[in-house]
């Protein structure tokens, strides 16, 4: 007959199980202590708050007990595992101010673990004043110019810069923004981490063709609604997420004009998918890619005439944006929108960028209707293949409407042949 | 310029302008909850189910009440369309009002509190949706521009900035989600609990699956469109009507230009039905979808058809044509289709003008 465990043991078990519940292991005798140890030990549950909490009680034999078995207390943090590798991540910063000390610091919990790009603008003058304890690099007017000769080097002034850092990243995700947004704080007084989330979301599938009205069916929480089909719910690949903007959201500079008051305070808790065939404006002052799916679309190219250092003041990320939208919607991935949120600061006057952008605002007129009717062949596969094919048909259909864009098809043919070139070197 | 904080106009009621239909086979119980919200519109309660049971209203409600003998009698022969033993009978009830607007709600969803603790005046915020525009020709990544604290995003055309009508309001539900019977068997303990503070536009050309628990639509622009087809008893499927109406209605909608939004506003779903009970009634749809949906995602309809009644029609035909391969049962919904047009014109002559309120319980 086996002999039933005594009331000690049980009790040595039941304290082993609950040993998260427990503050404070000063009042156990020292036999069971040490027996306490050594079972935990064996049960393979001795982590650093659990060796802590023996240490505390100051028990010599406890004490002797860690020593002798040469336990060490863990200095490097366990880095939480995610399918994701950090080093499959860039992120790439366009520098536009030259001191980004503040900037960057605000941005530390979340990028310090991250390769870092910086392009600066090459039209700043300033030298950048970059914080210590970052993993960077910083590119500047010199490098632009020996890797893409100085006259193509013109399509990377101003936010365009950032493309450059796109460029010469040799990373699978790439996640991007703007130097005058710090991170926000979700509802519940939480700090957002923006590459967390857009990583999530270029990780999990889209689900481009057919509505789904609890939104991210992969969030968890959430899953496909009755009536949508199965077989999308395999979904696919997402190749852009675009992220939003608490307090100063990116609108155009009439509107802010007309509601200087008005900022963005409505965190809205959703991550969707764009349908296949609804265009959006994309915004690059918060968003990722997957550099190895849709790299070459996000392209410098549609440059006003009076483009400014304010993004009221700009077209560039708008005209990419169709450009990456058309393509994917083309080539079968996905884009999705949403989470995560930025906070964005003020700076900067509508009403003086209104006198710049109001140019911008009338091109919108003429790109949209030819980005919703564009049909790309079936022959192009690639990313690559899309972006020579588009610039080809912006230069029949659009370059003889007006200069800009017949400057923008040429811009676009530009960016892939130094696309390919450094992608082969 | 700068504005100080502006009042914002309160939401009119409409309350002679809406009416709220409700299908039920049970009580009227969860009206009681209800009250403060409901209370000053004219209720359409059609009672599913056995025609010789009482269903109780509570006290202090306007309403008209329809069981399935009022049915087979106001429609005869016609009365073929409307289902039995299914949700789907409540589309008698849009056919019968006289109102421009329709809300129509579950009898197991109540007022849900939103994330502050504030009880969600869902009726409210669907009224809101519709007398607002739609975005359905571009995309805004700041969801629906005509709420307050909202705007069209940078890059958004200004010729496209007026919108279209909004037809339709779909709003979600939390607590108990509407997922079908698979999911729900996997999943049997996943409750709702994220509250999406946003209204969107379905942009054209998309499809989504309609839920008809709390749903509000423009009966003029769109009403005949919103047939819940055959379901129930006698029919070889069940659960999908508001799927099927939801489709047509999408189709019809992209086609006149008409917008659809959804999102807020949240009610609370308590009711969990029966997973095998469902699975039984959707099983069949879960295949026939696959060639349901690539039929809606390809259905074009051609320029003449100007009127939903039309668009209708030729969807009736293109159902026949093209569906009625894959089971028989497409063969009698669309004829369905056809017949509940039909009654629908019969019952709104084009140019009638409103009848006169008749008194509680009295039926047409």
């Known amino acids: 007959m086996r002999t039933p465990p005594s009331l000690l043991s049980l009790t040595i078990d039941l304290a082993l199980h609950n040993l998260s519940n427990i503050s404070d292991l000063s009042p156990v005798p020292d036999h069971i202590l040490l027996d306490l140890f050594l079972r935990t030990l064996r049960a393979g549950k001795l982590t650093e708050k659990v060796l802590k909490l023996f240490m505390a009680t100051g028990k010599d034999e406890v004490l002797s007990l860690i020593e002798a078995l040469n336990i060490q207390h863990i200095v490097i943090p366990v880095l939480p595992t995610t399918n994701i590798k950090d080093a499959e991540v860039d992120i790439v910063i366009g520098a536009l101010h030259s001191d980004l000390t503040a900037f960057l610091n605000e941005w530390k919990p979340v990028f310090s673990r991250f390769h870092l790009i910086i392009v600066k603008d090459p039209d700043l003058l300033e030298e950048l004043q970059i914080p210590e304890g970052f993993n960077l690099d910083v590119y500047t007017k010199s490098d632009i110019d020996q890797v893409a000769g100085s006259s193509t080097s013109i399509l990377f002034s101003g936010y365009s810069c950032r493309y450059f850092g796109y460029l010469i990243s040799r990373k699978k995700y790439i996640i991007s923004v703007d130097d005058d947004c710090i991170p926000a704080r979700d509802a519940n007084g939480v700090l957002v981490d923006i590459v967390a989330q857009h990583i999530t979301n270029l990780a999990t599938p889209a689900t481009p063709f057919f509505f789904n009205t609890l939104y991210d069916p992969y969030r968890k929480g959430a899953d496909f609604v009755r009536g949508y089909p199965f077989s999308m719910r395999s979904g696919v690949e997402c190749g852009l997420s675009c992220g939003l903007w608490l307090n100063l959201a990116d609108y155009d500079a009439p509107t802010q004009a007309l509601k200087p008051e008005q900022k963005n305070s409505r965190y809205v808790d959703a991550v969707l998918t764009v349908p296949a065939g609804a265009l959006m404006p994309v915004s690059g002052i918060n968003m990722a890619f997957n550099r190895e799916l849709v790299g070459p679309a996000l392209l410098p190219a549609l440059r006003l005439a009076g483009e400014g250092k304010l993004r009221w003041e700009t077209v560039e990320d708008i005209w990419s944006g169709m450009c990456v939208k058309v393509i994917c919607d083309h080539l079968g991935l996905g884009v999705k929108s949403g989470l995560p949120y930025v906070w964005r600061k003020e700076r900067g006057n509508a009403i003086e960028s209104l006198k710049k952008e109001w140019e911008g605002v009338k091109l919108m007129e003429e790109v949209v209707p030819f980005f919703q009717s564009i049909q790309l062949q079936r022959s192009a596969t690639t990313a690559e293949d899309c972006v020579v094919e588009m610039a080809k048909t912006v230069k029949e259909q659009l370059g003889q409407t007006d200069p800009m864009f017949a400057r923008a098809a040429e811009a676009m043919v530009e960016w892939v042949k130094l696309w390919k070139a450094v992608q082969s070197s | ?364």
């Open chain 2, 1 to 364: 310029m700068a504005s100080t904080e502006a009042s914002v106009a309160p939401t009119p009621l409409l309350k002679d302008e809406l009416d709220i239909v409700i299908p039920t086979i049970r009580n009227l119980d969860f009206l009681e909850m209800w009250r403060p919200f409901f209370q000053p519109y004219h209720l359409i309660i059609v009672q599913d189910g056995d025609p010789s049971k009482t269903i109780n209203v509570p006290e202090g409600f306007d309403y008209e009440l329809y069981n399935r003998n009022d049915i087979n009698r106001i429609l005869g022969p016609k009365a073929s369309c409307i289902s039995f033993k299914d949700s789907a009978c409540r589309c008698f009830g849009y056919m019968v009002s006289k109102k421009k607007y329709i809300f129509t709600i579950d009898d197991d969803c109540f007022v849900a509190k939103d994330p502050s603790g504030k009880a969600i005046n869902a009726l409210e915020q669907h009224i809101k949706n519709i007398l607002s525009p739609s975005t359905p020709h571009f995309f805004n990544t700041l969801y629906d521009p005509y709420r307050e604290g909202a705007d069209f995003v940078r890059g958004y055309p200004f010729s496209l900035r007026e919108g279209a009508k909004t037809a339709v309001s779909h709003g979600l539900w939390l607590n108990i989600p509407d997922y079908d019977a698979p999911t729900q068997l996997v999943k049997p303990r996943e409750r709702n609990t994220r509250y999406v503070d946003a209204v969107m536009t379905i942009p054209k050309g998309t499809l989504f699956p309609m839920c008809g628990m709390n749903l509000t639509f423009d009966r003029e622009l769109i009403g005949p469109a919103m047939y819940f087809g055959l379901m129930g008893d006698g029919q070889p499927i069940g659960r999908y009507d508001d799927m099927w109406a939801g489709w047509c209605m999408k189709v019809i909608c992209d086609h006149l230009g008409l917008g659809v939004k959804t999102g807020l506003p949240y009610i609370w779903h308590s009711k969990a039905s029966n997973p095998f009970v469902n699975l039984k009634k959707e099983y069949k749809g879960i295949f026939w979808q696959e060639e349901i949906i690539p039929f809606f995602q390809s259905a074009v309809l051609p320029k003449d058809c100007t009127s939903v009644q039309k668009c209708y029609l030729e969807l009736s035909k293109q159902v026949k044509e093209k569906l009625a391969k894959v089971d028989p049962y497409f063969d009698k919904l669309a004829d369905a289709m056809v017949t509940w047009i039909e009654a629908w014109d019969e019952l709104n002559p084009a140019g009638a003008g409103a009848s006169a309120p008749l008194p509680n319980g009295q039926k047409a």
